[in-house]
T-cell receptor
Framework: GENVEQHPSTLSVQEGDSAVIKCTYS??????FPWYKQELGKRPQLIID?????GEKKDQRIAVTLNKTAKHFSLHITETQPEDSAVYFC??????????FGAGTTVTVRA | NAGVTQTPKFQVLKTGQSMTLQCAQD?????MSWYRQDPGMGLRLIHY???????DQGEVPNGYNVSRSTTEDFPLRLLSAAPSQTSVYFC????????????FGPGTRLLVL
């Protein structure tokens, strides 16, 4: 099955700086890569996703890049704000009806 | 729409007890899944269903059973609870599969003593 590794496990950034989270996956057939944000005590919610036919996707301060050859993808958050503090999960799926998640990154934005 | 709902919010069990975690969605989604969330391990897939009457195993199915008699409901049964099943359980749904937005329920926190 798919194995998704996520780094770092914790990330502390100064407000206004950028944050980058990296994930690697094992199954070359994977073609869908979503990112979920989970605030403390809340449910995970999709913030952005990318498919294998696209190399980069942006949504305001959030961007995701995908390198299929190297089997890795990254989440970039620019101009971080206190409300960006949360746990972020990457995931991958090859449409075998399973979605595999990384272990999560706890992001803390320091004021 | 209520979206995805889960009951109970919190449950304490003794080792060996059985219980059912309830999950329901009112969005007419075909795909539903159960995850457990443990510190440092992310979300791990327990079981999933692609439609009423169809279920299959995920990454960590041992000790859990599921059924899908209706499109709306996808209960998760713990047959004989063990301390290793202490976790937060999330149910999720999507229109047709994992290649689209998953809508998560609020979670059930389970403590097995």
């Amino acid at each position: 099955g798919e194995n998704v590794e996520q780094h770092p496990s914790t990330l502390s950034v100064q407000e206004g700086d950028s944050a980058v989270i990296k994930c690697t996956y094992s199954d070359s057939a994977s073609n869908y890569f979503p990112w979920y944000k989970q605030e403390l005590g809340k449910r995970p919610q999709l913030i952005i996703d990318i498919r294998s036919n696209v190399g980069e996707k942006k949504d305001q301060r959030i961007a995701v890049t995908l390198n299929k050859t190297a089997k890795h993808f990254s989440l970039h958050i620019t101009e971080t704000q206190p409300e960006d503090s949360a746990v972020y999960f990457c995931a991958a799926s090859s449409n075998d009806y399973k979605l595999s998640f990384g272990a999560g990154t706890t992001v803390t934005v320091r004021a | 729409n209520a979206g995805v709902t889960q009951t109970p919010k919190f449950q304490v069990l003794k080792t060996g007890q059985s219980m059912t975690l309830q999950c329901a969605q009112d969005m007419n989604h075909e795909y539903m899944s159960w995850y457990r969330q443990d510190p440092g391990m992310g979300l791990r897939l327990i079981h999933y269903s692609v439609g009423a009457g169809i279920t299959d195993q995920g990454e960590v199915p041992n000790g859990y059973n599921v059924s899908r008699s209706t499109t709306e409901d996808f209960p998760l049964r713990l047959l004989s609870a063990a301390p290793s099943q202490t976790s937060v359980y999330f149910c999720a749904s999507s229109p047709s599969g994992p290649l689209e937005t998953q809508y998560f329920g609020p979670g059930t926190r389970l403590l097995v003593l």
